[in-house]
């Protein structure tokens, strides 16, 4: 299987815990997204990288959260003191750069802060 | 700032049906548009693309015209099946200043249900 691959798919946590969530990208794709979905609501833009750079930053991402892209390929993403309203699937996608390069989406982490 | 506005659902047909989804936009820049669909118990997948006015993007059975008058990018289908069931995605990507290139703008989603 050649598509995005995430770990773990679910992950259920105690508020105030960390958790770390990895993305594995498609091997030539050089840009890396993180999306946050909540039930009932689009996906909703997080962060990307182009390579090893992460270039934009959401403000949805509160210093709780960081991202990285060590070596340009897979992507982890930490949340700190993990909150209630935290509770969301985490999605990630790559693609090849270009404002009309498909993204393709791995099948997400579902986060549940209890 | 972008976004994307999509007809509030859930939207429940019988088989064989006209299906239309509306979907308008607010972007600056040129966007490209997309509609991404979502099985149950799968991940997003890209169901079409327009990426300049007037081009229409299709793909099975679905099609989207990119109408730049009406900010708009309608998802239709002639005649839907019990398989094309599930949520829809209208989005947006535009690279206004450089820095948002590619990064997508979503809907908030239209759940589609067709019965036989």
């Known amino acids: 299987d050649t598509g995005v691959s995430q770990d773990p798919r679910h992950k259920i946590t105690k508020r105030g815990q960390n958790v770390t969530f990895r993305c594995d990208p498609i091997s030539e794709h050089n840009r890396l997204y993180w999306y946050r979905q909540t039930l009932g609501q689009g996906p909703e833009f997080l962060t990307y990288?182009?390579?090893?750079?992460?270039?934009?930053k959401s403000r949805l991402l509160s210093d709780r959260f960081s991202a990285e892209r060590p070596k340009g390929s897979f992507s982890t993403l930490e949340i700190q003191r993990t909150e209630q309203g935290d509770s969301a699937m985490y999605l990630c996608?790559?693609?090849?750069?270009?404002?009309?390069?498909?993204?393709?989406f791995g099948p997400g982490t579902r986060l549940t802060v209890l | 700032g972008n976004s994307v506005t999509q007809m509030e659902g859930p939207v429940t047909l019988s088989e064989e049906a006209f299906l239309t989804i509306n979907c308008t936009y607010t972007a600056t820049g040129y966007p490209s548009l997309f509609w991404y669909v979502q099985y149950p118990g799968e991940g997003l997948q890209l169901l079409l693309k327009?990426?300049?006015?007037?081009d229409k993007g299709s793909n099975k059975g679905f099609e989207a015209t990119y109408r730049k008058e009406t900010t708009s990018f309608h998802l239709e289908k002639g005649s839907v099946h019990v398989s094309d069931s599930a949520v829809y995605f209208c989005?947006?990507?535009?690279?206004?200043?450089?820095?948002?290139?590619?990064?997508?703008?979503f809907g908030q989603g239209t759940i589609l249900t067709v019965h036989p």
């Open positions: 996608a790559s693609s090849l750069p270009g404002q009309g390069c498909e993204q393709f």
């Open positions: 327009a990426t300049k006015a007037d």
């Open positions: 989005a947006l990507a535009t690279n206004a200043g450089g820095t948002s290139y590619g990064k997508l703008t």
């Open positions: 990288f182009q390579n090893e750079a992460q270039l934009e």
